[in-house]
């Protein structure tokens, strides 16, 4: 895959800059903000956006202004998805490729322990595990890390067994390569490719659920900012003050569209059987 063939798939590339000018915001967010996001203003309380007072997405019932605190937020919640994936993922990739390898006992095992972690639903079990661990911010990463991990682990294993029985590993094995050797040089590298668009993939759910937990109030804890915990207090005043919701709604909406986005274009170009239907 080259930068001139993911340039000719417009579904990547919408995705990439959506995500670019949300990088760049974040990154502008450390050197400046139109105000401090989180002090309060008595005299400015639900301002309605307004380029004569500088608050150009408005103000919420402390008089915080709105596009400082998403500028902060989207740091906060692209964090927490991103540790969130590669908890995940890490632990995930590492059991159902020791499932799928292995196979027998370990096979077994591994993935009924995934079966448990997938019979709940995402959001019930980040829940559950927040109600364990309690509201910190590095558990709303362990929580969401819990529920990606038997996600990973059978597509991995999947792509593994998929992977293992082809002329080449066979090949290897008779020319007495050991069973690290066959895994990190044969296996691991030919499923990268379901992997990559995974991880694309999860990373839009990782801020759905970061900003659902917020919402609940079992996330990112006022007066810190976060996406999720904006929408919570707007829902007090969104009916006389709609941009309160508007815009922390909108910053969600455009993140997870980018990274589905860049998903499906990454998917496109790094599955040949896809490549050859267009």
Known sequence: MTLKAIGKNSIAVTGIVIIGIYLLTIALSFFWLPFDPVKM??????????????????TDE???????????GGFVSLVISLSATAMGATIGIAMG??????????????????????????????IFVMAVLGEKTW????????????????ISRGAILGVKTNDFVRAARSNGASSSFILFRHLLPNIIVPIIVQISLSLSVAILLESSLS??????????????NMLSSARKV???????????GLAIVFLVLGFNLLGDGLRDLLDPRLRNLR
């Open 139 to 154: 558990n709303v990463i362990i929580a969401i890390g819990i529920v990606y991990i038997p996600q990973f682990a059978r």
């Open 238 to 248: 969104m009916v006389i003050a709609p941009w309160t919701a508007v815009y922390p």
């Open 41 to 58: 203003d008595v005299d400015h309380l639900l301002e309605p956006p307004s380029l004569a007072t500088g608050h150009l997405f408005g």
């Open 215 to 228: 919402f609940l109030g079992l996330g990112v804890q006022p007066p810190a900012p976060s996406w999720g």
């Open 62 to 72: 402390f008089g915080r202004d709105i596009l400082s605190r998403i500028m902060k």
């Open 97 to 126: 490729t020791w499932a799928g390898f292995l196979g027998g006992r370990w096979d077994h095992w591994l993935m009924r322990l995934a079966d448990v972690l997938f019979s709940f639903p995402s959001l019930l079990l980040a």
